[in-house]
């Protein structure tokens, strides 16, 4: 059960803040699993824009599960009693991850921005 519990928090600790390779038609960047996820519930209308996060979505998703499911083993294996504490490092490190200015999507320049700015902004549309 704490295994399980530890996986979904990282998994939902990588999605909002790891920054992630986004490509759509000639629109490109680097942004958080939940920001793709915004930009396509937002054009849920527009099925180029829908399959392509979809796309994202599936992959991106399945890895980042993944990547999740590593990390909890080795935080089980490590930190054996203290796995809550290993695991609230862990999403701190990924919080700051977030606040570095490396996110940000544009068909030219791109304004770098950090995570927090990118859930924050009107970028996500």
Do not use: C
């Not at 083993?73 to 862990?90: F, K, S």
């Not at 490190?93 to 990118?118: C, D, E, K, M, S």
């Amino acid at each position: 059960m704490r295994t399980r519990h530890i996986r979904w928090l990282i998994f939902v600790g990588l999605a909002a803040f790891l920054p992630l390779f986004y490509y759509l038609a000639v629109v490109g960047g680097f942004l958080p699993y939940a920001g793709m996820l915004l930009i396509t519930l937002r054009n849920v209308k527009d099925a180029s824009i829908l399959v392509f996060g979809l796309i994202h979505l599936a992959l991106y998703g399945a890895l980042l599960f993944w990547i999740a499911g590593v990390i909890t083993g080795m935080i089980e294996r490590r930190a054996r009693n203290h796995a809550w504490p290993a695991t609230l490092a862990v999403l701190v490190l990924l919080a700051g991850i977030g606040a570095l200015p490396v996110f940000g999507i544009a068909h030219g320049q791109i304004r770098w921005l950090n995570a927090y700015q990118i859930y924050a902004s009107s970028d996500l549309r």
